[in-house]
């Protein structure tokens, strides 16, 4: 095998970010439309994606990355038998292949299927923001397509709009479950009205709550993104408190805190900067989780599995565990509220700021 070789063949598309927890499992990232159709998101327009326009890609561009992921996966495998591993991945079977074609240490293609495989192949993240926008028959294509060219998949997760699963019927959502999408990563950022006009994120509460309970219906494991701070100072109480009753609504599986941090480019920086908008401090978004989760009332894992959730005890550790299961609800709502108070009597100054984080690229 040749370098020029692996080169023509073993490349494929890899978009820009993917959820925490799917790095957490080394999942094979597999890339359905690029960057996102929505693009308008006053927190996040002219960041990551919204630099570059939204296109959907055909299934056979699609399948051609698997295949190309599938030659990967084939050739590591070669290499482990050709040394007596019986088709077992490992460091020594990384080594070979790196020592004869020194330049695959440098290919991000390469180096992704080799940590999908030796972490066991099981699971799939579809990129970019919305791959619940293609046409319905055809994501199932592709879902049964990579479920086919890998039977090892237990678990295939992507990002959606609650607008788009809103958009989609029951039907239609239990087509995809069925072909194998297990969970949907969705930006619920907010439960209130008045803050999602503002941030102009294109979808109502009612849409959010209508669109969860459907994708739950349908059979999937929801996974629902909230943002403290996102109102600044003049939302904070009615983002926090209409938060969880949109939650209580949907009961989603999980709830990943992702902190707000204006970010260079956005409108939202903007206001930040020129003062129109209020940032809240590292005390002022405990309270509001706080109020948040004093009024939830349901079975979700509450996940703080983010940097920015970078509130501190006095001893200096994290306050809340990053892992990707986070608190079991109701079970551990007691001990999320006294963690939150202990966070409130540490100095501010201790905690992680979203003032000093503005220069943070995105995670
Ligand atoms: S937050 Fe999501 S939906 Fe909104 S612009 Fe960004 S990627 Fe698109």
């Known amino acids: 095998m040749n370098y020029m070789k692996y080169l023509s063949i073993f490349f494929f598309e890899i978009g820009a970010i993917r959820p925490p927890s799917e790095g957490g499992s080394c999942s094979l990232l597999i890339r359905l439309t690029r960057n996102c159709p929505w693009s308008r998101c006053k927190f996040c327009y002219g960041t990551i994606y919204n630099r ?200 989603p599986h999980y709830i990943r805190l992702r902190p707000f941090i204006p970010r260079t480019g956005t409108p939202l920086f903007d206001e930040y900067m020129s003062g129109k908008f209020q940032i809240t401090s590292p005390h002022e978004r405990l309270r509001e989780i706080k109020t948040m989760i004093e009024a939830l009332n349901l079975t979700s894992n509450l996940c703080f599995d983010h940097m920015m959730n970078g509130w501190r005890k006095k001893s200096g550790e994290v306050l809340f565990t990053q892992d990707y299961e986070g608190y079991k609800f109701p079970e551990e709502k007691g001990r999320v509220l006294e963690l939150i108070e202990e966070g409130l009597r540490v100095s501010e100054s201790i905690h992680i700021n979203a003032k000093d984080m503005v220069a943070l690229p995105y995670l």
Not at 86 to 105: F, K, M, W
Not at 133 to 156: A, D, G, Q
Not at 209 to 238: C, D, H, N, W
């Open 52 to 251: 570059e326009k939204f296109q959907l890609r055909t299934v056979e561009e699609i399948k051609k990355d698997i295949q190309s992921a599938e030659a990967i996966a084939d050739e590591i495998k070669e290499v482990s038998n050709q040394l007596g591993y019986n088709g077992q991945i490992n460091t020594a079977v990384a080594s070979t292949i790196i020592r004869r074609e020194p330049d695959l240490s440098e290919s991000q293609c390469f180096i992704m299927v080799f940590n999908w495989l030796i972490s066991g192949g099981s699971t799939v993240f579809l990129q970019d923001a919305d791959s619940l926008i293609m046409r319905t028959p055809e994501l199932i294509e592709v879902i049964k397509y990579l479920k086919e060219t890998f039977p090892s998949i237990e678990r295939i997760t992507s990002y959606a709009r609650a607008k788009t699963i809103y958009s989609k019927t029951l039907e239609e959502l239990k087509g995809i479950r069925a072909a194998g999408l297990n969970r949907l990563h969705v930006g619920l950022e907010t439960g209130d009205d008045e803050l999602l006009k503002y941030i102009d994120k294109g979808v109502t509460a009612e849409q959010h709550i209508t669109a969860g309970r459907k994708a739950k219906e349908a059979g999937f494991e929801y996974s629902a993104y909230v943002m403290p701070g996102l109102g600044g100072r003049t939302f904070s109480e009615q983002h926090a408190k209409n938060t969880a009753r949109v939650l209580n609504e949907i009961d």
